[in-house]
T-cell receptor, first 115, second 112 residues
């Protein structure tokens, strides 16, 4: 149990386009999901906390209008990178916290390359 | 500011030996601690969680927690080359919507 999927696993897009990444908890409910970004050889950086049915909470320095988060159900959160630029190229990883626990399970990640 | 500190390494251990990974945290109210393993280019994979002072064993892995010293460790017995990875320590301080605070990770190399 405790499987989290992400789609797509990788995406290449042109500068100025928008990209949507989906994060699903396949076998458990997750009222709270998290979005992280990881640049090469660096640690995970929390971007935002996504709560089902309410607005996401963004970390300091993360533009909420650029990284749109929607948590439409107890098993699905989406991250949309709007007007992507080359500096947005990174490894985006979601995690889902199983309801009534402290434990987060990570998705496999989405590698975004913006040309 | 919540912080989790880890030695970045690399930590080199011969195959079959015990690998010892350490972590300290700054937030005294932290209540849950996690060790994740991350292979290069992959996302983190949960290895163990620990909530109470003392040791917790799971197969070749033992997590140790000392809340008085704000110290968490992970021991890997009978180290295998496949254990070579970056190990991330994370702390959770509660508060419902808060995410985990991660250390920068320790790069572990198991030498055949």
């Amino acid at each position: 149990g405790a499987v989290v999927s992400q789609h797509p696993s990788w995406v290449i897009c042109k500068s100025g386009t928008s990209v949507k990444i989906e994060c699903r908890s396949l076998d458990f409910q997750a009222t709270t999901m998290f979005w992280y970004r990881q640049f090469p050889k660096q640690s995970l950086m929390l971007m935002a906390t996504s709560n089902e049915g309410s607005k996401a909470t963004y970390e300091q320095g993360v533009e909420k209008d650029k990284f749109l988060i929607n948590h439409a159900s107890l098993t699905l959160s989406t991250l949309t990178v709007t007007s992507a630029h080359p500096e947005d190229s990174s490894f985006y990883i979601c995690s889902a916290r199983r309801d009534y626990t402290d434990t987060q399970y990570f998705g496999p990640g989405t590698r975004l390359t913006v040309l | 500011q919540k912080e989790v500190e880890q030695n970045s390494g690399p930590l080199s251990v011969p195959e079959g030996a015990i690998a010892s990974l350490n972590c300290t945290y700054s937030d005294r109210v932290s209540q849950s601690f996690f060790w994740y393993r991350q292979y290069s280019g992959k996302s983190p994979e949960l290895i163990m969680s620990i909530y109470s002072n003392g040791d917790k064993e799971d197969g070749r892995f033992t997590a140790q927690l000392n809340k008085a010293s704000q110290y968490v460790s992970l021991l890997i017995r009978d180290s295998q080359p496949s254990d070579s990875a970056t190990y991330l320590c994370a702390a959770y301080s509660g508060g419902g919507a808060d995410g985990l605070t991660f250390g920068k990770g320790t790069h572990l190399i198991i030498q055949p």
